[in-house]
């Protein structure tokens, strides 16, 4: 079997049952590894070879890049070697080991710099920032979240993920707040689309223009923490530094796991899970926190404007 075979089946596989982001990685490996190996079949890449490419990522690039190809290079032996595919019976890549990485502890930016750089922002880009904070959605979550989602009678919103092993679409309601109530409200309106956030694109597959949901919007973060004079940050902190709000203003650690629809939390009570007061009450202090820095934000621009 040629190794190109292979790659394709697998991508086609991750396609299917993983996150668009897990698909958009390995896609972004797969190019490197087909300069690498194009032309050669699966027994013709040999461990040795394999390791001599992973040291050239650690030394060219870093551990974490290296350790994550590997990982991905094993999985797509794996897929090969275990049933219904079984199309043979040696993973060239076992035996070789994952370099140490110092783990680094996960920057969370103050409130108020999440606050400035959601002010720094406008219209449709500042709602979209509005949803992953007062959700604490991962931006895979939002970037496909869809009108039959939003249910503005009972004030929730369902949040959809892959991130469970079987690869299954699960589901978690989140309290609506009064703030992000008045933010869906607002994305309503002249939306004829099934989704809440969409965008207009050329697509290579068709051929023609389509309106869709986003894929990445890992941009906007550098315009506009560099607009809001911050340190950089990306859209991951946005949803644990609500979480860290909520710990502050002491709401229960179980209580922020099921909101965040973390993986340590027992399946079933995560997506079959009605929130009811506790949850309520802890997103509305979040909703409120998030209140009381923007009014102070917009007090200090407005101030520094007179000024100028």
């Given at each position: 079997?040629?190794f190109?075979?292979?790659?394709?089946?697998?991508?086609d596989?991750?396609?299917?049952?993983?996150?668009?982001?897990?698909?958009?990685?390995n896609?972004?490996?797969?190019?490197r590894w087909?300069?690498?190996?194009?032309?050669?079949?699966?027994?013709?890449?040999?461990?040795?070879?394999?390791?001599?490419?992973?040291?050239?990522?650690?030394?060219?690039?870093?551990?974490?890049?290296?350790?994550?190809?590997?990982?991905a290079?094993?999985?797509?032996y794996?897929?090969?070697?275990?049933?219904?595919?079984?199309?043979?019976?040696d993973?060239?890549?076992?035996?070789?080991?994952?370099?140490?990485?110092?783990?680094?502890?996960?920057?969370?930016?103050?409130?108020?710099?999440?606050?400035?750089v959601?002010?720094?922002?406008?219209?449709?880009?500042?709602?979209?920032?509005w949803?992953?904070?007062?959700?604490?959605g991962?931006?895979?979550?939002i970037?496909?979240?869809?009108?039959?989602?939003?249910?503005?009678?009972?004030?929730?919103?369902?949040?959809?993920s892959?991130?469970?092993?079987?690869?299954?679409?699960?589901?978690?309601?989140?309290?609506?707040?009064?703030?992000?109530?008045?933010?869906?409200?607002?994305?309503?309106?002249?939306?004829n689309?099934?989704?809440?956030?969409?965008?207009?694109?050329?697509?290579?597959?068709?051929?023609?223009?389509?309106?869709?949901?986003?894929?990445?919007?890992k941009?906007?973060?550098?315009?506009?923490?560099?607009?809001?004079?911050?340190?950089?940050?990306?859209?991951?902190?946005?949803?644990?530094?609500?979480?860290?709000?909520?710990?502050?203003?002491?709401?229960?650690?179980?209580t922020?796991?099921?909101l965040?629809?973390?993986?340590n939390?027992k399946?079933?009570?995560?997506?079959?899970?009605?929130?009811?007061?506790?949850?309520?009450?802890?997103?509305?202090?979040?909703?409120?926190?998030?209140?009381?820095?923007?009014?102070?934000?917009?007090?200090?621009?407005?101030?520094?404007?007179?000024?100028?």
């Amino acid at each position: 079997m040629a190794f190109s075979t292979l790659l394709n089946n697998r991508l086609d596989f991750i396609q299917a049952y993983r996150t668009p982001k897990h698909y958009e990685d390995n896609v972004y490996m797969a190019k490197r590894w087909i300069k690498q190996w194009d032309g050669k079949t699966i027994h013709q890449i040999k461990p040795v070879m394999i390791s001599k490419y992973i040291i050239k990522l650690r030394k060219s690039i870093s551990a974490y890049t290296a350790n994550k190809e590997l990982g991905a290079l094993r999985a797509l032996y794996n897929y090969g070697i275990k049933p219904p595919n079984r199309w043979f019976f040696d993973n060239p890549t076992d035996g070789i080991e994952f370099f140490s990485i110092e783990k680094k502890a996960k920057y969370v930016p103050p409130i108020d710099d999440v606050i400035r750089v959601i002010m720094a922002s406008e219209g449709e880009v500042q709602d979209y920032l509005w949803a992953i904070a007062l959700t604490m959605g991962r931006m895979s979550e939002i970037n496909h979240m869809e009108w039959k989602d939003v249910d503005f009678a009972n004030t929730t919103v369902t949040l959809y993920s892959r991130k469970n092993k079987g690869g299954h679409f699960v589901g978690r309601k989140i309290p609506m707040t009064k703030k992000l109530k008045e933010v869906l409200k607002r994305r309503l309106k002249g939306n004829n689309t099934p989704w809440v956030f969409h965008h207009t694109y050329y697509s290579r597959k068709v051929k023609e223009w389509v309106t869709g949901p986003y894929a990445s919007r890992k941009r906007i973060m550098t315009t506009l923490c560099k607009k809001a004079g911050v340190k950089y940050f990306r859209f991951h902190p946005l949803r644990h530094f609500g979480a860290s709000v909520l710990l502050k203003e002491g709401v229960d650690r179980k209580t922020i796991q099921e909101l965040l629809g973390h993986a340590n939390i027992k399946t079933t009570d995560i997506y079959l899970h009605s929130f009811e007061g506790s949850d309520n009450k802890a997103m509305n202090h979040l909703d409120s926190t998030l209140n009381q820095f923007e009014k102070v934000v917009k007090f200090e621009k407005r101030k520094t404007s007179a000024q100028d």
